[in-house]
């Protein structure tokens, strides 16, 4: 990984009069955390600019059978380190992640005869924070289990939150409403709030490795939010033996809205890359024989509308050839889908393909036409199954050239026992991911656990679904995802790290379902390319609708790997506007959509190179757009400007508008 050190910063440590209290600055000096020891207990507390944002919160666990490990400490060393680097991303949104900040490590003993150590470490940030705990290898702690972890987060006031409830939503695939704070439920995380209009907070976590998901939930009467993790089935929470570290709790604070996607907090607190050649691993945009599944037309078992045969896999593979795409997924291709298979998915095999699917016939005939062909794994939960495969099933793919592969974990439960977010389950993904890396396969990874910035360390972990994606706008029960819905998730779900949200569907007709559709404008789904970032990204739709359709240019044009991004206008849950800089020249792709609301929004070019002359080519919502009665009319236009241009979006309701920029 290549990585440029930079003088390190001075770091601002205050020893206040008591032993058991002292403050650590941001590098820019705006932000400050106070921690300390009340009545033995840790504690922080956040303040900007003077102001308190995070009051007295208490950190601390209590482990199996009812022992205490959070209110008999004292504090024994304090250590502390400042760091300002670069680090190249491989991919990403920009090319460079800016890591500076200012760390103190607390070392806490017990004051009783037990005499147990932990660890504080804190990491302060420009921009937010992040805290662990470490738990040193020591004579009187080394096996113990979490029952249950006490870190707060005790906001001021009562602020706005987005928020999916953690106990009823499978994969974390929701609609994110917006409450008070004090009326949340227990709630995944990303959490996003809005304090007021000038300050924005969310609590995630990063580098979740052997340890369980974070959830919240407030405590009553206040708008104190603790630790929730999800559980083993037989509730334990964590089981450890140290040395033992915890993942990261961090906090993004932020003046606006648009600041929250721009953060790097979480990509910064995960290790470098274990990967020293990344070369293998390429972005790209593709298409697959998925979306006529969800619409019925195609079946992923056998039958006499099953998808994944040998003549159509080929037919795509001509369909991307022509229009420069980088792959083909193919779902339904291998043994395991009759029947119930997200009931039994044990019969899952990775290495058999169907009878009707020549897999070394068209993976040679897609090598001829330079489009690669993309594994799909689905394993219905069943993660032992799979376990036992990974190696046999990627030295297979290997031998036919796949360098790609979705993996899915359609079961609310992994081997119909414990939960995608449990210690069991980020076990279980980092297996697969480790092993990938091994054979040099990239993995898309659906049903997950949320990212935790774990792409750093793994680049070859490239997008997750953990989100209510597109697929949704098929099937639905209650119609589809709602328009606002893609102007929430870049500042909730989107914050943890790339969303396979797979856009881009052009026919918007369902004779299935016909009350199921997707609820946007043709010009917002180009616009979605740009806003929901993902390095691996799908045009959705089946390949016959967009033949013939001049907006697909749009489509063809728009990379997946960025230079550098930025947001020039936002409210969560009313509009955003994403401006990307391609990484392989000089030109910018825009996207900007709307909820159910037509609006007027002004999209200011200072982002643009001074001085520099560009083209815009414009597709926007046509006359009469809307998303419920007319979705389809796109106009095209092309205008010269220049960094002091600004640009009028007319969006329709449910729409958007999608630039390509070029340098002249």
């Known amino acids: 990984m290549k990585k440029i050190i930079f ?5 601002l440590l205050i020893s206040c009069n008591t032993e058991s209290k002292n403050v650590l600055v941001a590098p820019n000096g705006k932000i400050y955390v106070e921690t300390g020891i009340e009545d033995g207990k840790p504690f922080y507390l956040v303040k900007l600019n003077g102001n308190t944002i995070i009051e007295k919160s208490y950190l601390g666990f209590l482990f199996k059978n009812n022992d205490s490990f959070f209110d008999d400490f004292i504090i024994e060393k304090i250590n502390t380190k400042s760091v300002s680097e670069k680090w190249y991303q491989p991919w990403g949104e920009e090319l460079t992640a800016d890591n500076t900040y200012n760390e103190m490590t607390i070392q806490l003993i017990e004051n009783s005869c037990k005499k147990r150590k932990m660890n504080l470490v804190f990491r302060l940030f420009n921009d937010g924070l992040g805290f662990r705990y470490e738990f040193p290898e020591q004579e009187n702690l080394k096996n113990f289990v979490i029952a249950d972890e006490l870190t707060e987060f005790a906001l001021v006031g009562n602020p706005k939150a987005w928020s999916i409830p953690t106990n009823r939503t499978n994969y974390f695939e929701n609609l994110y409403k917006k409450s008070y704070v004090t009326s949340l439920d227990t709630v995944s995380t990303p959490l996003t709030m809005e304090v007021n209009d000038s300050l924005f907070l969310t609590i995630h976590e990063a580098n979740l490795t052997d340890y369980a998901g974070l959830n919240l939930t407030p405590k009553q009467g206040s708008s104190t939010l ?14 450890a033996k140290t040395p033992f570290v915890s993942s990261w709790r961090t906090i993004i604070i932020a003046k606006s809205a648009g600041d929250l996607m721009l953060s790097r907090i979480m990509l910064n607190l995960n290790e470098p890359s274990k990967i020293e050649d990344t070369s293998w691993i390429q972005p790209g945009r593709y298409i697959g024989i998925w979306w006529g599944m969800h619409l019925g037309n195609y079946t992923w078992g056998q039958g006499p509308k099953h998808g994944a045969t040998t003549a159509n896999t080929m037919r795509y593979i001509d369909f991307a050839a022509k229009y420069g795409f980088s792959g083909v997924l193919v779902e339904g291709w291998n043994v395991g889908w009759d029947g119930d298979w997200s009931t039994n998915g044990h019969q899952f095999n990775f290495t058999k393909p169907y009878p009707d699917f020549d897999i070394k016939k068209i993976s040679e005939y897609a090598t001829t036409k330079n489009v690669k062909l993309i594994g799909h794994n689905e394993t219905g939960g069943a993660a032992k199954n799979y376990e036992s495969q990974l190696d046999s099933a990627f030295k297979f793919y290997n031998k036919y050239g796949v360098t790609t592969v979705k993996t899915g974990y359609v079961n609310a439960l992994l081997d119909h026992k414990e939960q995608h977010a449990s210690q069991y389950g980020v076990r279980h993904y980092r297996k697969v991911i480790e092993t990938a ?6 993995i898309d990874n659906h049903e997950p656990m949320i990212p935790t910035g774990l792409q750093r360390t793994y680049p070859n972990l490239m997008s997750q679904e953990g989100v209510r994606g597109q697929e949704y706008d098929a099937w639905s029960p209650d119609g589809g995802n709602p328009p606002e819905h893609t102007t929430i998730i870049p500042f909730t779900r989107g914050l943890a790290g790339p969303m396979d949200f797979t856009p881009g569907t052009f026919n918007f007709s369902n004779p299935a379902k016909p009350e199921t559709h997707v609820q946007t404008t043709l010009a917002k789904q180009l616009a979605l390319s740009v806003v929901i970032y993902s390095p691996l990204q799908m045009a959705s739709d ?25 947001i ?28 159910e609301n037509a609006r007027e929004l002004n999209l200011n070019l200072s982002f643009l190179e001074k001085d520099a002359k560009y083209r815009a080519k414009i597709f926007k919502d046509g006359k009469g757009a809307d998303y419920k009665t007319n979705p389809y009319p796109v106009e095209i236009e092309t205008i010269e400007i220049n960094s002091n241009s600004n640009i009028k979006l007319n969006l329709a309701a449910g729409g958007g508008t999608a630039i390509i920029i070029s340098k002249i």
Not at 228 to 239: A, M, N, R
Not at 556 to 565: E, G, H, Q
């Open 437 to 442: 890396a091994k054979y040099k396969i990239v």
């Open 226 to 239: 603790k630790a929730d993790l999800t559980p083993w089935s037989t509730g334990e929470k964590v089981f």
């Open 542 to 566: 089946m390949i016959e609708n967009y033949e013939n359709n001049p907006a697909f240019e749009f489509i063809t044009s728009c990379p997946t790997n960025w230079a550098k991004t930025v």
């Open 7 to 11: 003088i390190l910063t001075a770091i």
């Open 568 to 595: 020039p206008a936002a409210k969560i849950g009313d509009f955003i506007i994403v401006a990307r800089k391609d990484r392989k020249n000089e030109n910018w792709f825009v996207g900007g959509i709307t909820d």
